[in-house]
């Protein structure tokens, strides 16, 4: 075949999959394609690695045949252990911030991702950036409010009738809409919270678990926060739910983990979201960062690219019912 895209297209079986606009180096084109996944050598005698994004990457010149095989079996393995290819993610609370940078990075590494929020024009924005850069329809977006059991039913309905049955949940939408003592906050606040931060899970999970039990695996995260280690004598009721949602994680591993479904808790620190931007845009919490957090700086939603992943992926096939911590070490504990 000369067109290397063609070529590419061959060893992938699927157009989408590789057509990306970083397909080959500038200027090189494809010689020979191995029908190995992820594997092409280029007309530069540069061995290409495609990533699970479906972008090439430069690997070092192939010097001979031992060479070769052994950046081929580097490029296997680094690519099997966090591949998503054929998976089908579903998230709340996805149209920006770490709900979209998860979206990002689960749809990178080859994962279907339908993405949810309130908005639909910002879900719709969001999708068209995954897709973008992965170079692939991989990104999908419906309006959903996740404290509505009926609304949540419908993505989950939706999501599987466009992409299949669900691997992978990420319950991300959290809400706090009081700030003050606990003596003061009305009582639909206080609901509002543990609807949209708690119970929103418990129906997500109890509309997807059935389909992971079949399949003998899933694998579902729902952000919590590192507020849930602690207490707060201003954002209590929130602190209660993201206690709430360790709490639910470890409930359901428990009583799923023997079906082959994980589920875990993801604590985010202070991260720079519009989420959270009256407790980090100022003076102070960035002194405090470069200070006092042993990373050096506040959280960035793409920090959560990585986490997503992993616990999407198998890399993490022997942890669940735990809450991970992502919070550049500014809250350790035993
Ligand atoms: N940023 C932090 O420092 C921090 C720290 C710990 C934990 N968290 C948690 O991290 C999660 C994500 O927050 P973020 O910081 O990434 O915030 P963000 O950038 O403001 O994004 C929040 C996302 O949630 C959506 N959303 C809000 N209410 C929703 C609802 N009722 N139903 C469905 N979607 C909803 C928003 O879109 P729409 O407006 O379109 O609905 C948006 O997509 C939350 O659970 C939060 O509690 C954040």
Redesign the pocket.
């Known amino acids: 075949m000369s067109d290397s895209v063609a070529c590419f297209e061959a060893t992938h079986g699927t157009a989408p999959k590789c057509a990306g606009k970083d397909f080959v180096n500038p200027g090189s084109k494809l010689l020979a394609v191995e029908f190995m996944p992820s594997v092409a050598i280029c007309s530069t005698f540069v061995t290409c690695a495609c990533g699970p994004d479906g972008l090439m990457r430069s690997r070092p010149p192939v010097q001979g045949p031992g060479r070769f095989n052994t950046h081929r079996r580097q490029a296997m393995i680094q690519t099997e252990m966090f591949d998503l290819t054929g998976k089908v993610a579903l998230l709340?609370?996805?149209?920006?911030?770490?709900?979209?940078a998860m979206a990002t990075g689960l749809a990178e590494h080859g994962a279907k991702v339908m993405i949810?929020?309130?908005?639909l024009d910002?879900?719709e924005a969001a999708a068209r950036e995954i897709n973008d850069r992965c170079g692939a329809e991989r990104a999908f977006a419906m309006a959903?409010?996740?404290?509505y059991k009926e609304q949540l039913q419908e993505l989950v309905n939706a999501t599987k009738e466009k992409l299949g049955t669900i691997d992978i949940v990420v319950g991300?939408?959290?809400?706090?809409p009081f700030y003050g003592s606990m003596m003061k906050i009305p009582d639909d606040a206080y609901d509002k919270i543990m609807s949209?931060?708690v119970k929103s899970n418990l129906w997500l999970a109890q509309m997807v678990i059935p389909d992971m039990i079949a399949k003998g695996k899933g694998s579902i995260m729902f952000?919590?926060?590192?507020?849930a280690h602690g207490a707060s004598t201003t954002l209590g009721a929130y602190a209660i739910s993201?206690v709430a949602v360790i709490g639910l994680a470890r409930n359901l591993a428990a009583e799923f983990g023997p079906q082959g479904v994980r589920v875990n808790a993801i604590?985010?620190?202070?991260?720079r979201?519009?989420?959270?931007e009256a407790?980090?845009n100022n003076p102070e919490a960035e002194k405090r960062a470069a200070t006092q957090i042993p990373l050096r700086r506040l959280?960035e939603?793409d920090d959560f690219k990585g986490i997503a992943v992993f616990l999407g992926s198998d890399a993490s096939r022997y942890i669940t019912g735990q809450a991970l911590t992502v919070c550049g070490g500014s809250h350790m504990r035993a």
Do not use: E
């Open positions: 709340t609370g996805a149209s920006k911030g770490m709900g979209k949810s929020s309130r908005k910002q879900c959903c409010n996740a404290g991300n939408a959290g809400i706090n949209t931060n952000t919590s926060s590192v507020g993201k604590c985010p620190g202070l991260i979201t519009d989420f959270a407790l980090w959280g939603a």
